[in-house]
């Protein structure tokens, strides 16, 4: 060893690595002597017993056992070997696995809080679209028939997503594109709206109904009571290097208004927060900025195909 390599000061990892390398050495040995003894042991006891002389094999066995139990409480000394080390592992590990419980019942919990919104969210929607196309079917059955084709589209993605605990980013993006037609449908001229996602991202991992919600709150606080409508654009693209998906809802209304958390046919913020800190670790984000006019939502996801 050189003296420039001699004088260079170790880190706490290595000596951290060495004394788990002389303590797994140490440990190492004490099970080949045990090894050892196993062997030995009954060897020198059948030698003893088929040989004329006095009986001398337990003075072996004794001895090297008193020796072996010596060299188990030295290298055991510092409770590697159901001792306070051993002991504060073993709490680590049960904390870890309920944690790991807590977390699975949180995700559970909410994917019901999730299916039970929708449970609330789709009879009222069923209804309101159904009246209007009733209304049409008299004065413009084309139109009637266009918002009958994209309802039952809607329907089936809808019945898709609700089934599932994971979809894709197309399977979501498609509900959205329904919904958004049957509106425009209503609202004809006053609602326009614009869909920007990457084609790559389309097989990616989404919650189901995690961007619906708050494409029909934008319409329902934001565009929809606004006199001459809106536009609403949906734009989704990687970061991070691919690592990561964002997901950016603009619209030119109105905004949400004060209480747009509690209204009849939005999941809340405050709920889709939750959501996204559950189901992502807290590896997701929401950020909601005025866009004056109307409101912008920014979701930030980990990317899984």
Same mark, same amino acid.
């Given at each position: 060893?050189?003296?420039?390599?001699?004088?260079?000061?170790?880190?706490?990892?290595?000596?951290?690595?060495?004394?788990?390398?002389?303590?797994?050495? !140490?440990?190492?040995?004490?099970?080949?002597?045990?090894?050892?003894?196993?062997?030995?042991? /009954?060897?020198? =006891?059948?030698? +003893?017993?088929?040989? /004329?002389? /006095?009986? =001398?094999?337990? =003075?072996?066995?004794?001895? =090297?056992?008193?020796?072996?139990? *010596?060299?188990?409480?030295?290298?055991?000394?510092?409770?590697?070997?159901?001792?306070?080390?051993?002991?504060?592992?073993?709490? $680590?590990?049960?904390?870890?696995?309920?944690?790991?419980?807590?977390?699975?019942?949180?995700?559970?919990?909410?994917?019901?809080?999730?299916?039970?919104?929708?449970?609330?969210?789709?009879?009222?929607?069923?209804?309101?679209?159904?009246? +209007?196309?009733?209304?049409?079917? $008299?004065?413009?059955?084309?139109?009637?028939?266009?918002?009958?084709?994209?309802?039952? $589209?809607?329907?089936?993605?809808?019945?898709?997503?609700?089934?599932?605990?994971?979809?894709?980013?197309?399977?979501? *993006?498609?509900?959205?594109?329904?919904?958004?037609?049957?509106?425009? *449908?209503?609202?004809?001229?006053?609602?326009?709206?614009?869909?920007?996602?990457? $084609?790559?991202?389309?097989?990616?991992?989404?919650?189901?109904?995690?961007?619906?919600?708050? #494409?029909?709150?934008?319409?329902?606080?934001?565009? !929809?009571?606004?006199?001459?409508?809106?536009?609403?654009?949906?734009?989704?693209?990687?970061?991070?290097?691919?690592?990561?998906?964002?997901? #950016? *809802?603009?619209?030119?209304?109105?905004?949400?208004?004060?209480?747009?958390?509690?209204?009849?046919?939005?999941?809340?913020?405050?709920?889709?927060?939750?959501?996204?800190?559950?189901?992502?670790?807290?590896?997701?984000?929401?950020?909601?900025?005025?866009?004056?006019?109307?409101?912008?939502?920014?979701?930030?996801?980990?990317?899984?195909?």
């Amino acid at each position: 060893m050189n003296a420039a390599t001699s004088s260079t000061p170790l880190t706490s990892y290595d000596v951290a690595l060495r004394r788990a390398r002389k303590k797994a050495k !140490e440990i190492r040995d004490f099970y080949m002597n045990v090894v050892a003894y196993c062997v030995v042991i /009954p060897v020198l =006891w059948l030698i +003893n017993i088929f040989s /004329p002389g /006095p009986w =001398w094999a337990q =003075w072996a066995t004794i001895g =090297w056992g008193l020796g072996l139990t *010596i060299h188990g409480l030295t290298v055991f000394a510092d409770g590697t070997f159901f001792g306070t080390a051993w002991e504060e592992k073993k709490i $680590a590990e049960l904390m870890a696995n309920e944690q790991l419980k807590v977390v699975s019942g949180e995700k559970q919990l909410v994917q019901a809080q999730m299916r039970m919104l929708q449970a609330q969210i789709e009879p009222h929607f069923l209804f309101n679209t159904l009246a +209007n196309i009733q209304s049409l079917i $008299a004065k413009s059955p084309d139109r009637a028939n266009l918002m009958m084709d994209n309802f039952i $589209a809607y329907l089936r993605q809808s019945l898709t997503a609700s089934r599932s605990q994971e979809g894709t980013v197309k399977q979501e *993006i498609d509900l959205v594109r329904h919904y958004l037609e049957l509106i425009k *449908i209503r609202m004809a001229e006053r609602l326009t709206f614009a869909i920007d996602i990457d $084609a790559s991202l389309d097989r990616h991992a989404l919650p189901p109904m995690l961007l619906q919600p708050v #494409v029909e709150n934008a319409i329902k606080h934001g565009l !929809e009571p606004k006199e001459d409508g809106g536009h609403i654009s949906i734009h989704a693209r990687g970061l991070g290097g691919g690592s990561q998906i964002q997901f #950016v *809802i603009a619209d030119n209304g109105l905004g949400f208004g004060a209480n747009a958390d509690s209204a009849g046919t939005g999941v809340g913020l405050t709920n889709l927060r939750e959501r996204l800190k559950v189901l992502y670790d807290g590896a997701a984000s929401m950020e909601i900025t005025d866009a004056s006019p109307g409101t912008k939502v920014s979701i930030t996801i980990p990317a899984k195909r």
